[in-house]
């Protein structure tokens, strides 16, 4: 299939414009920068032709790809989040191509601490599958922002693609982006009934052929230690500070197994991710993780034994544990619409790409999506490294995520 690839040079801008998200922010979206991405992507949705493309209060971008065939097909959505990670600067990305990549270790030239940022493929073993291919990364003073504006410029390729190839037939295709999604509250404010699409796919993969049908299932937890303080001068036998207690709670936590560093494949975990208080009262901040739900509940009840028996030893003092549900395995949902996957797959084949089913050790738009109606796998973006420095992306990849999204637009009208 020869594609209209515009991909390249729209990433190469979508990077620049910085969309990083605020988890501590309780606005929607967490940051107004955003918009400064979905306002230049509205813009060019129209000028392709797309007239009921706009962006509502909350940041998000909504557009319609009318239908160009006689038969009855379900609407279809594509979806991919703007915002980049709040773990690394995404302000003044310079993306850098690097050409013909040949196997060797790609030193970025810039750097904010003196120590250069290396790109080796004993760390990152899939560039030995790119070579001779074009790798785009920063400069290594920020992230690259692949994470997903790679999904953003493949979707926005797609559209274009279509605009020039009315004979490719298709049903009714809506396109969403979508803010805050690194945040875990990327489709939070969504409007399904405007939104209107049947089944839908986020583009916001990794390595060249997966299918991602399956994610964790995810809780946060946070704990409140009520600790005993009085003046440090006078506190023998008194003081039972808060600060201490959380240190040592943190210290036992198992280290070879239930944590992310020891962990992978289907092994959840219990990660803490924040803290913050005083002698008197210290709060600290769980995400629980596993592709069960009777797994998050043995971690949850885990947790909350380990910290009865920390705080057995302190009589003075107490805590309070709260668990918050944040998102489910989509695959509970997808299994129920098996055609979903199995057109996706289809449709890498036919892009001459082996496809790779897989599960992803996190969470995308996709999850709270399938769980809001929406069946929604996710598709390879090509995307690597993501919230690092040490992000890159393939313009090949980039390119066959374009033709696997194409392929997919036509055999949802083939098969209906």
Not at 370 to 393: D, M, T
Request: with cysteine.
């Amino acid at each position: 299939m020869q594609i209209n690839n515009t991909v390249t040079e729209r990433f190469l801008r979508y990077v620049q414009i910085d969309t990083q998200s605020n988890p501590e922010s309780a606005t929607c979206p967490s940051t107004e920068k955003q918009k400064n991405l979905g306002k230049v992507l509205v813009e060019e949705l129209m000028q392709i032709g797309i007239k009921d493309a706009h962006m509502d209060e909350y940041g998000y971008v909504y557009a319609t790809i009318p239908s160009n065939t006689s038969k009855k097909v379900p609407t279809i959505c594509f979806c991919s989040h703007m915002d980049t990670s709040p773990d690394c600067s995404g302000k003044d990305v310079k993306p850098i191509i690097h050409k013909n990549y040949q196997g060797k270790d790609i030193v970025l030239p810039k750097t904010t601490d003196g120590k250069k940022v290396i790109l080796s493929p004993k760390d990152h073993p899939d560039l030995l599958n790119q070579i001779g291919k074009d790798i785009i990364t920063a400069d290594g003073t920020t992230l690259l922002g692949a994470d997903n504006k790679a999904g953003v410029a493949e979707i926005m390729n797609v559209a274009h693609h279509l605009s020039l190839h009315p004979e490719i037939k298709h049903g009714t295709i809506k396109i969403l982006f979508t803010p805050d999604e690194e945040v875990g509250r990327g489709v939070e404010k969504v409007d399904m009934k405007k939104l209107g699409a049947d089944f839908g796919y986020t583009i916001d993969g990794e390595a060249l052929g997966h299918i991602e049908d399956e994610t964790f299932s995810a809780d946060g937890v946070t704990i409140t230690i009520n600790g005993y303080s009085t003046h440090p001068g006078f506190a023998k036998g008194k003081m039972q500070s808060a600060i201490k207690i959380t240190s040592e709670l943190i210290d036992t936590l198992p280290k070879k197994k239930l944590s992310p560093e020891t962990t992978w494949k289907k092994e959840g975990f219990v990660h803490p991710v924040s803290m913050n208080g005083t002698i008197e009262k210290m709060t600290l901040k769980f995400i629980i993780r596993d592709f069960s739900e009777n797994g998050l509940k043995k971690h949850e009840s885990f947790l909350k034994n380990h910290t009865k028996n920390i705080l057995r030893k302190y009589k003075k003092c107490s805590f309070d544990f709260q668990v918050h549900a944040q998102y489910r395995n989509m695959k509970n949902i997808l299994k129920k619409h098996p055609q979903v996957v199995e057109y996706a797959l289809e449709a890498t084949k036919r892009s001459g790409i082996k496809p790779m089913r897989s599960s992803i050790r996190g969470g995308t738009d996709g999850s709270q999506l399938s769980y809001r109606g929406l069946p929604c796998p996710n598709i390879f973006a090509g995307e690597h490294a993501f919230h690092s420095k040490q992000e890159w992306v393939s313009v090949q990849d980039m390119q066959k995520a374009v033709e696997t999204i194409v392929n997919l637009c036509m055999i949802w009208e083939e098969k209906s």
